[in-house]
């Protein structure tokens, strides 16, 4: 049974929102993991506590974020690293791409996604 994690509703507006100004980083892995296409289900802006990551997969507890420019601004990776570090806490793993790499290295990208999700699969002895 998945462990249901608890959100602010509030951001479900603003998840819709972002669902319809992705980056183009964002499209194209998009294009690449929805519908099972790696074997396990992902959703796009998910709502997560007091967050919205940018893709989830709910029986793997695995976000994927892809940081865009705005990642980029003087204390936004202080706040990045924040945000993770408490959705980790609630039993959240994370998996961060640059979008330039997700538009220029996809191959790449979806084999680390991959990979990813094979360890979080495999049971822990």
């Not at 972002?18 to 964002?26: H, I, Y």
């Amino acid at each position: 049974m998945r462990k249901i994690i608890p959100y602010n509703p509030d951001l479900v507006a603003f998840a819709k929102k972002l669902r319809k100004n992705m980056t183009l980083g964002e499209i194209a892995l998009w294009r690449e993991i929805n519908n099972k296409k790696l074997g396990v289900r992902f959703s796009r802006q998910i709502p997560i506590d007091q967050y919205i990551v940018d893709f989830y997969c709910k029986d793997l507890q695995l976000a994927i974020e892809v940081d865009g420019s705005i990642h980029f601004k003087e204390g936004q990776q202080e706040k990045d690293a924040y945000r993770q570090k408490r959705l980790e806490s609630l039993g959240v793993h994370f998996i961060r791409f640059n979008d330039l790499d997700v538009r220029d290295n996809l191959n790449w990208v979806l084999s680390e996604i991959k990979e990813k999700i094979k360890d979080l699969k495999e049971p822990t002895t």
